[in-house]
C-alpha cells in the first residue's frame, strides 16, 4: 500500500500514521520529496483499512498495491490454470478452446436432447450444457425437470461421450449434482450468494461462475476467490453479457473486453457465453469469434432442436442446421488462431 500525504501534512500527523501502522505489525519506509511525502507499507497481512487511513488528518490519496483477489490473481499464480477431464479434454493456458453447446433447459424430450448431444459431438464440441434447475426471473415460467433433467444430460453423455454442464442453485442440490455432472456452473443471479460459492469450495468438480448482469470484473474475480480459497482450484470463469442501456437491439453488453482483462490479471481461464451475452441467434457467431480472438479458452452457446418451441431462450438458440453452419465457421477460426502451435495437435 502507497500512502501519499497532503503537501501541507505536518511532521505530527506523519507519525500518528507511522505508528498507528507499526502498532498493527506493518512495515513502513518513508519517501521524503520536496513537495511530498509517501509512505511506503510493507507486510505479510494487511492488517490496517486503506479507507481509515484515508480519512486520517495529513492524508492525500491511498493507492492498494496488492488486489482482494490473491488465489485467483497472476501475481501469486503466474501460470495458466488448465483444468483436465477424465477424458482428457483441458480447458485453459494454451490450450484449443472448447465449444459448450446445448439447449438452455434440459426438457421432457430426451429424443430432441439426444438430436443435439449427437450433432454437438459430430461438430467436435467437447461438452453438453443445459440447465435441470433454472433460474427464472418470474416464479411463472418453467423452473426445470431437476433430477430428471440430470439424468436425461447423463445418458446424453453416456451415448456421445460429451462432458456435461449444468447449473446448481442451491447448496442443497451440490451433492446431487456432483453424481451427474462434470462442471457445475454458478449462473449469472447467484455470483454473489457466498453461501453457494463456499460449498462450492468443498468440493472437488470443476465450477464455472458466469459474470453477474452488474458485477464488476473485480467482483467476478472476488466470487472465483471464494471457491479457491474454501479448497477448488478448478474455476473457470464465464463473461455472458452486463446490463446495458440499450436492450432494443441485444439483452446485454457482452463485454470481450473482460477476457484480456481476466487473463492478464488472473491465472484462470475463461470463456464467453455470445447467447445469453446478446439475446439473439444471429449474434452467437460474429460475437463468439470476437471472443476466440480476444483469447477466451470457449466459447459457450444455445442451441435447440426446435427453437421456436422451446422452454426458455428459443429467440438466442440456433436450430441445428445453423448450429452446424456456425460451428463450422468458428473451428475454422480455432484453425487459425496460433495458440503458440499447440493448435494443430
Ligand atoms: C444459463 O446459462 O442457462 C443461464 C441461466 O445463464 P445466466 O446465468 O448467464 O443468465
Ligand atoms: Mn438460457
Known sequence: MIIVMEHNATQQQLDRILKYIDDRGMKTHVNKGDVLNVIAVFGDKLTINPETISAMDGVAAVKKIQEPYKLVSRQAHPEDTVIE?????KIGGLERPVLMVG???VEKDYEGLLQIARAAKEMGCQFLRGGAFKPRTSPYDFQGLEEKGLQYLAKARQETGLLI??????TMDISLICKYAD????????IQNFK???????IKKPVMIKRGPAATIKEFLLAAEYVVSNGNDNVILCERGIRGFDSEFSRNVLDITAV?????YSHLPVIVDPSHGTGKRYLIEPM??????????????EIHQDPDNAMSDGAQSLNLDQFREVTRSLNKLIGRIDYDNKNSK
Not at 454442464?165 to 442451491?170: L, R
Not at 453457494?196 to 468443498?202: M, S
Not at 463468439?288 to 452457446?301: C, E, F, T
Open 85 to 89: 477431464f477424465p477424458n482428457g479434454v
Open 103 to 105: 439447449p438452455c433447459s
Open 165 to 170: 454442464v449444468t447449473e446448481v442453485m442451491d
Open 183 to 190: 462442471i457445475l456452473q454458478v449462473g449469472a443471479r447467484n
Open 196 to 202: 453457494l460459492l463456499k460449498a462450492l469450495g468443498r
Open 260 to 264: 484480456p482483462i481476466i487473463r492478464k
Open 288 to 301: 463468439g469469434k470476437a471472443a476466440l480472438v480476444a483469447g477466451a479458452h470457449g466459447l459457450m452457446y
